[in-house]
């Protein structure tokens, strides 16, 4: 397998100002990944040619994600708030091309939070269309769209590998696919090993995030990383393998309250970030 290694830019900083992403770009590099996930909750801040010649001078690959908020659920039954959404998810698009990148994740289909009730049918026709409309205008810059489908405290839309393949044939673009969580496949899966052979037999799993039960280091929770790296070479996955980690020792203005980061699980990210690529590397040689 040919793996692109990659890192979640909050490891490294809560904000994108020039000396930020400068760092933030730096260390992703100077800990040996391929490509730096940034965070694209508010894709207006992003200075995409800054952003792109750091990139360059680190040989490094990047990736975009992002989750919307209650002002801009796509999944939504108002269409003002899903004009919003639709918005606020080009914007971040355009990010992603004009830094060079090749594929838009995260929770891009509904609101990054925990929802009173069931997603209504309007709404779902909502996100649905909306990515229709995303992935065929990403299509024509060569990029991928990765539904990442998450614990039912964080969207009403989908929860399991099969609800996002369901999600993804009633979009019916080529260019949307799977973005497997292993913080959320914990919560809402049978098993690891079925979740990723599930995605891949339907040729949908695309980008995959890695990260412990309890967002801190790999390898110090409960997941149980054998049996996923296994289905991992068994079904001969080549694409990104993104580490994804969380601690009140970097906060985003947004995102940190979003995913209720309140404890500090780590303080030395550098070290934190080696030990996660040489955890990764190792599963994924056995």
């Known amino acids: 397998m040919s793996t692109t290694h990659g890192v979640h830019a909050l490891v490294w900083t809560g904000g994108w100002s020039e000396a930020e992403a400068s760092a933030a770009i730096s260390a992703t590099a100077e800990a040996g990944y391929d490509l730096i996930e940034l965070a694209l909750i508010d894709p207006s801040g992003f200075d995409t040619a800054s952003t792109a010649r750091l990139l360059a001078e680190h040989g490094l690959r990047a990736s975009g994600s992002l989750g919307l908020d209650e002002s801009t659920d796509v999944s939504s ?23 060079g ?20 049918e309007r709404g779902m026709a909502n996100s649905q269309e909306t990515i229709a409309r995303l992935a065929d205008e990403a299509a024509a ?17 989908v929860n399991t590998v099969q609800q996002t393949l369901d999600y993804i044939a009633a979009v019916g673009r080529d260019n949307v696919v799977v973005h497997l969580d292993t913080y959320h496949v914990n919560i809402e899966e049978r098993s690891f090993s079925e979740a990723v052979h599930t995605a891949a037999a339907a ?64 303080t030395d990210n550098r070290a934190l970030a080696g030990d996660a690529l040489r955890f990764a590397k190792e599963g994924l040689a056995r």
């Open 77 to 99: 039954e108002d269409p003002e708030v899903v004009a919003r959404g639709r918005e606020r998810l080009r914007q971040a698009l355009r990010v992603v091309r004009d830094v």
């Open 101 to 120: 990148g090749g594929v838009l994740c995260g929770v891009i289909y509904s609101k990054l939070g925990k929802y009173d009730g069931p997603v209504t």
């Open 141 to 157: 810059s060569g990029i991928t769209l990765g539904i990442e489908f998450c614990n039912r405290y964080e969207t009403n839309v």
């Open 203 to 266: 040729g949908k799993l695309g980008y995959v995030h890695i990260g412990e039960s309890h967002r801190g280091a790999l390898g110090t929770g409960t997941i149980p990383w054998e049996e996923f790296f296994t289905a991992l070479r068994e079904v001969e996955y080549d694409g990104v393998v993104t580490f994804e980690s969380f601690s009140s020792e970097v906060v985003h203005p947004t995102l940190s309250n979003s995913l209720a980061i309140w404890r500090n699980l780590w």
